[in-house]
């Protein structure tokens, strides 16, 4: 079974909207971490915003949050107030049981701002 | 502050020629991650180093592919006798405690095999 697995292929978002990118993961263990990373088209691979599992609020940072579902097994993205910079990869990964450093990475999602 | 930096950023070789990766880590971190993306994939994890050790090499391919972090230096990520299916993106990322914090990419370097 994927471990993380991203349903949307692409996206596309009129400017100014908000968008959310879905997340699922499988694990067993109590004990994990979310993140999501942005991937322009120059290729580098930027942090976003992380969730921890025992974490008892969704994370936030600026225009970023994370729609955490614990009993769905769900961690979307949701970008508000897109800007024409968003267009790009995102990848949802991650990282399984304490102690645990791996980072298991979902295909990815591209997201097209349109203008 | 500067932040993970790898080098080549594109490297182009001939099929059985060795390619050589390096990454140099965030100031202050001493935990060093690889990991490889193929075209439209996640990357996936290959090997994990700390200075002077390999601690988990279980995504490594078993021939050709090796790595090291020296105690003074970059980590390197060598690859023997290069294949066309080699080619893709190599990231590496670096934390200061595994496990905890989150993993900081460099820009990667794009391997094409010719």
């Known amino acids: 079974a994927q471990k993380i697995t991203q349903t949307q292929p692409g996206m596309f978002v009129q400017e100014k909207e908000a968008v959310t990118l879905d997340c699922t993961y499988d694990?067993?263990?109590?004990?994990?971490?979310l993140f999501w990373y942005k991937q322009p088209s120059s290729g580098e691979m930027i942090f976003l915003i992380y969730q921890g599992s025992y974490d008892q609020q969704n994370a936030t940072e600026g225009r970023y949050s994370l729609n955490f579902q614990k009993a769905r097994k769900s961690a979307n993205l949701v970008i508000s107030a897109s800007q024409l910079g968003d267009s790009a990869m995102y990848f949802c990964?991650?990282?399984?049981?304490?102690?645990?450093?791996?980072?298991?990475f979902g295909k990815g999602t591209k997201l097209s701002v349109i203008p | 502050n500067a932040g993970v930096m790898q080098n080549p950023r594109h490297l182009v070789r001939r099929r059985g020629q060795e390619a050589r990766l390096r990454c140099s880590p965030m100031?202050?971190?001493?935990?060093v991650y690889w990991y490889r993306q193929l075209p439209e994939e996640g990357l996936k994890f290959m090997v994990y180093?700390?200075?002077?050790?390999?601690?988990?090499e279980s995504g490594m391919p078993k021939e050709r592919f090796s790595a090291e972090f020296p105690k003074e230096g970059p980590s390197i990520l060598r690859i023997q006798q290069v294949v066309r299916g080699d080619s893709a993106a190599y990231f590496c990322a670096s934390s200061q405690n595994p496990g905890i914090e989150t993993q900081y990419f460099g820009p990667g370097t794009r391997l094409l095999v010719l």
């Open positions: 990964a991650m990282r399984e049981g304490a102690g645990s450093y791996q980072l298991t």
């Open positions: 180093l700390q200075k002077e050790n390999i601690i988990d």
């Open positions: 100031k202050g971190h001493s935990h």
């Open positions: 694990t067993s263990d109590p004990s994990y971490g």
